[in-house]
């Protein structure tokens, strides 16, 4: 049997001729390379096919599908099951690029193998140097003509450029060792420069090709004038002045602030229509509420909930995915996850929190275009299952941060996503407080109370500096009453405070201060 291989004549069990002085043939060429690419796929090279294939560089193939074949066979070097492994990736290509070999490859690469047994690591090597002679020769050929014609025909820039390109491949021929091991290096840096730019190529087309299965014509309503004639909803907010109908939101919470006591007591205002913060209208969720809990172990979770007291519990689904994987890039997941969602109805659907959501997503979570896609995931989710509203709690990379200086941690891309941003933080007291700014929302800071019996939430009070200024002087009026006639010395060591606050908090305290020994200040109680 005769296989056509991109015009190479082979012949099963035919031994490759020897090289021949006046020049290889292309006969000759193909029997060497299948040589080189047998020697690769035999198990029995394994502990000697790492030193051959430095020797040799699948560029100076003549045969287009040899160059193929003998990358792939590259690629899983040393690996028991090797030709399985070639075999399999071969199928996968494009069969004109094998030269229409895919219903022949296993018997081709069988008997590759079967010529190359019993060959050495230095036969090797010497058909590797004459198949690269042999593209040196007709690289060399090609400049040498257009050279010539360059110089016939007086275009001086193009006979440079051959001219230069002739010295570069006449250099690089392996005539001796310090220039042959040059060589090597040049041929696999090609070689890796090669496999790169076309798993770059390949990313890119595969992610085309994802993106077109996904998308559909936007919906579109006319001019300005049509779009003004559609009524506004009834409903605009999910909790009045927190979270608009439709809207995402962002819960950016400092480490152990409280993320999850605050979705919970958001899941018991959404299901049982409680004002939301004990303050905030909450319009009731015609459908369920859904939780992707990451974070906390079921069983620590359950106990929570029950702390909560939610009235209406068929109206919350939980999916517990502590320590199991769920990565949201992958179209299968998506398609899961949307079918998960419309099955129970979910209308509101909670991530907490944002950094595990991530995971199998985002490498980098300072990557604009990796955080960027992810939430376009989520997006694209709520779409198409139904979701009108989605939270997801996140975090600020500092344990203190002033007022309006709160930022989640990673990408910009993460902030200038949601419709709402909740901050929550906490002080040096262990106090929580919670401002919120976004679309129709703007909370300023205020003081947040925990209820402990049922793990609820109230919002009310002054800001972080007016409570903290107010601790600062029920602090030093306690101290002034237990030490009457006491100096700014001994207030400022008792309290941990610098002169400047000490002096600050006195004068706003309603302390009295009389001159002292000393010119010292003593202090009491008006």
């Given amino acids: 049997m005769s296989i056509d291989l991109n ?16 020049g290889p043939s292309t006969e000759a060429l193909a029997g060497w390379e ?15 096919v790492g030193n051959v294939i430095a020797q040799s560089d699948p560029g100076d193939f003549l045969i287009p599908a040899h160059e193929i074949v003998f990358r792939a066979a590259v690629e899983f070097a040393g690996k028991p099951d090797i030709r399985t492994l070639v075999i399999e990736r071969l199928i996968d290509l494009n069969p004109r690029a094998l030269g229409g070999l895919n219903g022949d490859i296993t018997v081709y690469l069988m008997d590759c193998v079967e010529q190359a047994r019993g060959f050495s690591e230095r036969e090797f090597g010497y058909y590797a ?46 005539s001796a060792a310090p220039d042959r091991e040059h060589a090597d290096h040049q041929a696999l840096v090609r070689d890796r420069l090669r496999y790169r730019r076309a798993d770059d190529e390949a990313r890119e087309l595969f992610a085309n090709e994802q993106h077109a299965k996904s998308w ?6 006319g001019s300005l004038a049509d779009e003004l004639a559609i009524p506004e909803p009834e409903v605009s907010f999910r909790f009045k002045g927190m979270l608009g109908a439709g809207h995402n939101a962002l819960l950016v919470a400092t480490r152990k602030a409280g993320k999850t006591t605050m979705v919970n007591h958001a899941l018991r205002c959404l299901a049982d229509g409680e004002p939301f913060l004990g303050r905030f209208e909450t319009t009731p969720v015609d459908g369920r509420i859904a939780v992707f809990n990451y974070e906390v172990g079921a069983e620590q979770y359950r106990k929570w909930l029950r702390d909560v007291g939610i009235r209406n519990t068929e109206k919350v689904s939980l999916l517990h995915l502590r320590g ?57 989710i709520k779409a198409e299952s139904g979701v ?37 933080t906490k002080d040096e007291a262990d106090c929580r407080f919670l401002r919120a700014e976004g679309r129709d929302v703007d909370v300023a800071e205020e003081l947040l109370t925990y209820e ?75």
């Fill in 216 to 221: 559909s014509p936007p919906e579109e309503f």
């Fill in 129 to 174: 140097g004459k198949v690269r002679e042999a593209r040196i020769v007709r690289e060399g050929r090609t400049l040498a003509r257009l050279l010539d014609d360059a110089i016939v025909s007086g275009n001086i820039d193009t006979a440079w450029e051959a001219y230069g390109q002739l010295g570069s491949i006449l250099d690089g021929r392996p």
């Fill in 7 to 22: 015009k190479a004549i082979y012949v099963p069990g035919q031994r490759a001729a020897a090289p021949e002085e006046s």
């Fill in 452 to 526: 402990k019996a049922n793990r609820s939430l109230r919002l009310g009070g002054w800001d972080r500096k007016t409570v903290a200024k107010n601790r600062d002087v029920e602090m030093l009026r306690e101290f002034v009453r237990d030490n009457p006639g006491c100096t700014q010395n001994a207030i400022e060591t008792a309290c941990g405070w610098g002169p400047s606050r000490t002096k600050r908090t006195a004068d706003v305290s309603g302390v009295r201060k009389e001159p002292g020994p000393s010119r010292s200040v003593l202090h009491y109680l008006t």
């Fill in 388 to 424: 009108e509203e989605l939270i997801m709690p996140a975090h600020t990379p500092k344990a203190k941060v002033e007022s309006g200086d709160e930022s989640a941690s990673g990408s910009q891309r993460l902030e200038g996503w949601p419709d709402t941003l909740w901050y929550l």
């Fill in 324 to 380: 199991k994987r769920l990565p949201i890039g992958d179209p299968r997941v998506r398609e899961w996850i949307v079918k998960w969602l419309r099955a129970r109805d979910i209308k509101v659907w909670v991530l907490d929190p944002y950094p595990r959501a991530a995971v199998g997503t985002v490498a980098d979570g300072n990557a604009e275009m990796q955080v960027g896609t992810f939430l376009d995931h989520l997006d694209v």
């Fill in 34 to 48: 299948r040589l080189l690419i047998g020697y690769v796929l035999d198990p029995a090279n394994t502990d000697t």
